[in-house]
């Protein structure tokens, strides 16, 4: 079992003091810049969302992509990272990296959907097997 209190990390084996670690690591002043916004830039930015990213809600990315003044894909059905599981978002990104000043096709989004099929390769990869609802 592992509990915190009074300033200790405590499990079975370890009682480990955070007052310790402070006095003895180098302990650097904020950052100013910690969670502030990106100044502007010249460099062309694209912000890609995915439906179910339980690391950061739609709301924080439009937020984000507002405050930024990007422009913001959102995909359905995508996850936190939208480029490794989308072949419409790497479309998208693909189509972007070769014009940056053209506004990229997205009607692959509506068409696409969740895929939860992997390819034979995927499945023998991660489970070792040949068929992936066995």
């Given at each position: 079992?592992?509990?915190?209190?009074?300033?200790y990390l405590v499990d079975d084996?370890?009682?480990?003091?955070?007052?310790?670690?402070?006095?003895?690591?180098?302990?650097?002043?904020?950052?100013?810049?910690?969670?502030?916004?990106?100044?502007?830039?010249?460099?062309?930015?694209?912000?890609?969302?995915?439906?179910?990213?339980?690391?950061?809600?739609?709301?924080?990315?439009?937020?984000?992509?507002?405050?930024?003044?990007?422009?913001?894909?959102?995909?359905?059905?995508?996850?936190?990272?939208?480029?490794?599981?989308?072949?419409?978002?790497?479309?998208?990104?693909?189509?972007?990296?070769?014009?940056?000043?053209?506004?990229?096709?997205?009607?692959?989004?509506?068409?696409e959907g969740r895929r939860f099929?992997?390819?034979?390769?995927?499945?023998r990869f991660w489970f070792g097997?040949?068929?992936?609802?066995?």
């Amino acid at each position: 079992m592992c509990a915190i209190g009074e300033g200790y990390l405590v499990d079975d084996e370890v009682r480990f003091s955070f007052a310790a670690v402070r006095t003895t690591w180098d302990v650097y002043p904020r950052d100013p810049l910690l969670q502030d916004w990106a100044l502007p830039s010249r460099t062309r930015l694209y912000m890609f969302h995915g439906e179910y990213d339980s690391q950061t809600g739609l709301s924080g990315a439009r937020e984000s992509a507002r405050e930024l003044g990007v422009p913001l894909v959102e995909e359905p059905g995508g996850g936190h990272i939208v480029l490794f599981g989308s072949r419409c978002g790497r479309t998208i990104l693909t189509q972007v990296a070769g014009a940056p000043d053209v506004s990229p096709d997205t009607t692959c989004l509506t068409s696409e959907g969740r895929r939860f099929e992997l390819s034979e390769d995927e499945v023998r990869f991660w489970f070792g097997t040949s068929r992936q609802w066995d």
